[in-house]
């Protein structure tokens, strides 16, 4: 593993099913992030992480919640999803040192929720 | 919150050059990011201004204006491959950042 991964790369999901999307980073990165992305409206925040253990919700946490066990994996869950759920996710790390603190982000995950 | 503002798309030549303004609000500044992400692929980092002033890598370069709560990302010698998303994100306080919509760049020959 090389960076950020994340999987499925693509999803088709009826609504009320649940869903996990994964992500693993092998950079050693502190901080983990996810991020829905839609048209016109740019990358919005749903969860992050900034150490192991902790999570915090972003600027559209509602229906979806994380977990960071460690710091490798952060996965993100949709307990039921629903039609507006679908989307373009992204995953993303950073060190979480501030300055030039660039986050680097995983291929992405396409939700389809019917 | 925020409040990030930049075009929705512009087009360019081939050999010309183009500069993507992005207007920002915030009330605790730490820092300006520009990620180019092309169609179907992730964001990947492009530049970092935290000062104001202009901060050049090669064929692109960044401005910032703290006080005007602006930035540009201007490419120069436009290539084909530069047609992608250009994406402006503000950090606040602590780690996260916020994006605006982004701009669509079409390279024209």
């Known amino acids: 593993i090389a960076g950020i991964t994340q999987a499925p790369t693509s999803q088709i999901l009826a609504a009320g099913r649940r869903m996990t999307l994964r992500c693993t980073q092998d950079?050693?990165?502190?901080?983990m992030y996810w991020y829905r992305q839609d048209l016109g409206l740019g990358l919005r925040l749903i969860h992050y992480s900034n150490t192991a253990g902790t999570t915090g919700k972003g600027e559209v946490p509602d229906g979806y919640s994380v977990s960071r066990a460690n710091t490798d994996d952060f996965p993100l869950t949709l307990a039921s999803a629903v039609p507006s759920q679908t989307s373009v996710y992204f995953c993303?790390?950073?060190?979480?040192?501030?300055?030039?603190?660039?986050?680097?982000f995983g291929p992405g995950t396409r939700l389809t929720v019917l | 919150g925020q409040n990030i503002d930049q075009p929705t798309e512009m087009t360019a030549t081939e050999g010309a050059i183009v500069q993507i303004n992005c207007t920002y609000q915030t009330s605790g500044f730490n820092g300006l990011f520009w990620y180019q992400q092309h169609a179907g692929e992730a964001p990947t980092f492009l530049s970092y201004?935290?000062?104001?002033g202009l901060e050049e890598k090669g064929r692109f370069s960044s401005f910032l204006s703290r006080s005007k709560g602006y930035s540009y990302l201007l490419l120069k010698e436009l290539q084909m491959k530069d047609s992608a998303s250009y994406l402006c994100a503000v950090r606040e306080g602590d780690y996260k950042l916020s994006f605006g919509a982004g701009t669509t760049v079409t390279v024209r020959a």
């Open positions: 950079m050693r990165h502190n901080a």
């Open positions: 993303a790390s950073s060190d979480d040192t501030g300055g030039a603190d660039t986050q680097y």
């Open positions: 201004n935290v000062l104001d």
